[in-house]
């Protein structure tokens, strides 16, 4: 907080000791019982026909729990977003699943009525992929945050990103440590003044895009909190993709890191400070005027009005293309261009569970179902005394 006049908002979880809520389905309701005789639904609650389009609406993936982050937060719109995104995807809440860890971000489950857990610090991916690999129909999502995600999870993250399982993974990016009150975090800028860094801090941030390119994510974006129709976009080209789809959300923290990012995402500077990157097109900014080429390795900005360039000239995107996106996730090092927000990347490659299930039909196949008992006591074995 700059000045102590205001007493702030505290996040969820910082103030008296409330009784805790419980996410959805974990309280007192009982399990429906099917009448005697009844015979059970063939299609799921919710599902209009056969075709993949749903009867349910936003409200339907809301939960009853009282939302409790700060007035004001960037978590609002996030949301928001994914309860508008959901009835199109035609996913029956049943086979919906959203896993996070520990932070503000972290509390999203309990706000949707869909299964979920509000699981460990830093392991949501890792819970994600058990159950992802055990139960490959789910639509399985990971919400973290900057602090939950790249500090105590950063292991976790790159390691869901190299073996590719089919989930969506949101990171929810507001460059500190909400929940515990305002800590810098891995993603805070150099010089950050927080609670735990009172002379400013002297740690090189993380770019989350290019930690998670360089553990070989195979979808890679990029949105805002301020804009929800291109976030509900990257949503929706995560949720399509078959592997893991990476999005991180520059997500403002009104309280404790307060326009973090609105040069990015406020209206007046957002034309000039944001590049919205799509597959096919040429890279322009500030409403057609200005434009990116490549130069070498090098993206300069031109001036598409001073008659020397057209938008022919700018470097025309290919979300395919591994060394593009690398130099693209690059700009977040580069101040004097705008920050690109996009599909940076994405790539068809088996996921995990597929090569996984793949691979027990086949030893299956081979060898026959076998015995868990049998291989418990081959091989080598030991007597205690
Ligand atoms: C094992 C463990 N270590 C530390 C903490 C304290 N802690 C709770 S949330 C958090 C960081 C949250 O930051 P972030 O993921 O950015 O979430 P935000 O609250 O900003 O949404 C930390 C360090 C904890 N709960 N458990
Ligand atoms: S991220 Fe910041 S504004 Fe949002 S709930 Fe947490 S402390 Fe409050």
Known sequence: MADNKKKPTLPPGMGAAKKPTLPPGMGGAKKPTLPPGAKKPTLPPGAAGGDGSSALTRADFA????????????????????????????VPRENTVFISGIGCSSRFPYYMNTYGMHSIHGRAPTIASGLKASRPELDVWIVTGDGDGLSIGGNHLIHIMRRNLNVQMILFNNQIYGLTKGQYSPTSEVGKVTKSTPFGSIDHPFNPSAVVLGADASFVARTMDR????????????HAHHGTGFVEVYQNCNIFNDGAFFQ????????????????????????GKKGIRLDGFRLVSVDLESGQWSADDCLVYDETSRELATIISRVYWNPELPQPFGVFYREDRPTYEDQLHAQVQAVVKRAGKGSLNDLLTEGDTWEVH
């Open 227 to 238: 804009d929800p129709k291109h976030m509900k976009e990257m949503f929706e080209r995560a």
């Open 63 to 90: 939960s009853d729990q009282d939302v409790r982050w700060c007035p004001g937060c960037g978590d609002y719109a996030i949301l928001a977003t994914v309860q508008r995104l959901m009835p199109e995807l035609g």
């Open 264 to 287: 990015y995402t406020e209206k007046d500077s957002r034309p000039d400070r944001a590049l919205y990157v799509e597959h096919g097109k040429p890279l322009t900014y500030a409403d």
